[in-house]
């Protein structure tokens, strides 16, 4: 009679744990719906329509947030839009799913460079060089980009922000009393 009570809430907890498992799918079955989004994204990606191509791979992210090709889909095209910053938190995203996704982590890498984080972007590439057996291409793409270096940066056309733009007159007025 004592025991009654701890028996009747282990035997709770034991019923509730075990079927909050059954309810949960596999992280390697990913919603079809959000495969075949991730597909028309590539479709208008290629085309050239980054816009309608980021918009899909998102709606295939709402549809199944464990989807990490579209993550990285979804950071290529931040990457064409020189949006690195975006693009290495997106490739943050698909690696926090699977932390030794090559692709994820030589794209991050070349993120990196875009950004000019030259140095976070070797670290990446040491990693994927320890995960691939044999040379594989996106250890090649992460060296190729790491050699080139970060693209260069455009420099404003007025290097002192406080003094008059070239070509600008000067006013001198008496003070006003």
Sequence with gaps: MRFTPAALALSLLLV????????????DEIDPRSVALVERGRVAQRAGNLAEANGLYET???VDPRNRT????????ARRQELPGKAIRLYRDALRLEPNDVRALAGQGQAMVQKGAVERARANLARVRTLCTAPCSEATALQAAITAGPPARVVSAQANPSAPPPGAETQTRAPQN
């Design 16 to 27: 509730t744990v075990s079927s909050a498992g059954l309810g949960q799918r596999p992280d």
């Design 60 to 62: 295939a992210l709402a």
């Design 70 to 77: 579209a993550f990285i889909a979804l950071a290529e095209v």
